[in-house]
């Protein structure tokens, strides 16, 4: 419990620069949208210009972009890409830390197993993780009821930005495994950056492409379809498990490796 209380605090400082930082992301977004709103139709004139891959590319669905659930959906994908990089920053951090800080000899002579060291990180980084989401997802209902003058169904709003928690562990789970590899890691940012843009860049292809069902699974971006969860209220269920599995797999590993793994002593 120490440790769980240790890691928490590690982590206030970092948790709270990202939740500011994605909170201050949405809301230059929303600010935009009573202007967009108003001139709804040359919006549409100008969008409709654009090639249907590029609308793909940016997520434009011009069946309803005027309303708030529909801007609010085309300008999410970089507030995921912003918790992405959260949560793969802080998955490949919040092991190789140890190393990084030569504090690892001090930590694993303690009377405690590695796994129960890896557990204590594992909750306080999906504790910090939810509180940035909680944070964040209270800013924008106020946020959105300032720009909002209309209506709008409150549980689709609520599942759209869910899928940033989901996103966050997904990424979270495949830095934890990432980072169990490296013996001493310097920087975690310039890997979290390279694999994140990565995968969001995946996603970009595909979602100009004829965006198959087969080739999603190659992106964790494309696992939640904004424009699906507004029609149906729900997920798609098939990359709801497949994002859970990612999650399960990676952390598993990583109690396996990190486990076994041998951490030189710090010179």
Not at 66 to 81: A, K, Q, R, T
Not at 165 to 191: D, E, H, T, Y
Not at 234 to 255: D, K, P, R, V
Request: charged share 15%; with cysteine.
């Amino acid at each position: 419990m120490n440790m769980y209380w240790h890691e928490l605090k590690s982590l206030r400082k970092s948790t709270i620069l990202w939740a500011c930082a994605i909170i201050a992301l949405a809301a230059l977004f929303l600010s935009v949208y009573p202007g967009v709103a108003k001139d709804a139709e040359d919006f549409k004139k100008l969008l409709t210009g654009y090639p249907p891959a590029i609308r793909a590319m940016l997520g434009v669905n011009l069946d309803y972009f005027s309303s708030i659930l529909g801007f609010y959906s085309m300008v999410f994908s970089f507030i995921l890409l912003c918790g992405a990089i959260q949560g793969m920053h802080v998955g490949i951090s919040i092991l190789s830390k140890e190393s990084r800080e030569r504090t690892a000899d001090f930590l694993l002579v303690k009377p405690v197993s590695r796994p129960a060291i890896v557990s204590a990180k594992l909750l306080a980084s999906i504790t910090m993780l939810l509180v940035t989401d909680i944070v964040f997802y209270a800013a924008l209902s106020i946020l959105v009821r300032l720009v909002n003058t209309g209506s709008y169904d409150e549980k689709t709003f609520f599942l759209i930005n869910l899928t940033l928690l989901f996103m966050q562990l997904i990424f979270f789970a495949i830095g934890m495994f990432i980072s169990v590899f490296f013996n001493k890691l310097r920087s975690a940012l310039p890997i979290s950056l390279g694999v994140v843009f990565g995968f969001y860049i995946i996603g970009v292809l595909i979602s100009t492409g004829k965006n198959e069902k087969l080739v999603r699974y190659l992106s964790p971006f494309n696992y939640f379809n904004t424009a699906y969860i507004i029609n149906h209220t729900a997920y798609e269920f098939s990359y709801l498990i497949t994002g859970a599995a990612i999650f399960l797999i990676a952390i598993a590993a990583s109690y396996v490796i990190y486990t076994k793994k041998d951490i030189h002593a710090v010179n």
